[in-house]
């Protein structure tokens, strides 16, 4: 029988989403380098609409990028990411947690966040576990809380071959990702739509 640690490898092997997020590793600095000046202007969106401190939940928060621009608003930002290189490097920015977004609810507190940001980090989940993800987003905020979320548009779900690696996608159509996400437990507050769809939603109730 396979030791505990040998037997969790393993079932790594098999995971697409463990295989997929593993392959950042190989480049992660160049990684980091190549997205540094994207997503301002969301974060600079998703944060007004937030109050003053917020605690806010990085969830894939890769090396770090926008916890950077989170504390430097002056939110009290979280991340967490499966990556353990982003992990590394995302820690000197904000704490970071190395763990897996299909077991985020267990991970933090009911109603612990004001916001989660969840930018490109359910990419490479299946449909059915972005559904579950998404609904463990819910009970991870506060009421009225708020979510920005988006996934690949374009494209066809399944292995892609990239310039630095192999990685699994799920592509969905804007349709179905906003009523996954109104499914979760959110109202639906805007779209919109290029090679991702982007979901600006509030938690409802």
Request: hydrophobic share 40%; aromatic share 8%; charged share 20%.
């Amino acid at each position: 029988m396979c030791p505990p640690a040998a037997a969790g490898n393993e079932r790594n092997q098999l995971d697409p989403v463990a295989l997929s997020v593993a392959r950042y590793s190989e480049h992660a600095a160049d990684y980091a380098h190549q997205h540094a000046g994207k997503m301002r202007d969301r974060v600079e969106c998703f944060t007004a609409a937030l109050p003053d401190a917020a605690t806010i939940l990085d969830a894939g928060c890769g090396p770090g990028r926008d916890l950077a621009r989170f504390t430097a608003a002056g939110h009290l930002a979280q991340g967490i990411d499966l990556n353990p290189e982003f992990a590394s490097m995302a820690n000197a920015c904000a704490p970071t947690l190395l763990g897996d977004l299909r077991e985020v609810g267990s991970l933090f507190a009911a109603e612990t966040f004001d916001g989660i940001w969840a930018c490109a980090c359910l990419v490479h989940l299946p449909t059915a576990d972005t559904r579950d993800v998404l609904g463990q987003f819910a009970t991870l905020l506060r009421p009225a809380g708020k979510l920005y979320a988006c996934v690949k548009a374009v494209g066809e779900t399944g292995w892609l071959d990239e310039p630095d690696a192999r990685r699994w996608y799920t592509v969905w159509t804007p349709e179905r990702f906003t009523e996954a996400v109104r499914q979760a437990g959110f109202n639906v507050d805007g779209t919109t739509t290029d090679v991702f769809v982007e979901v600006w939603a509030s938690r409802s109730g």
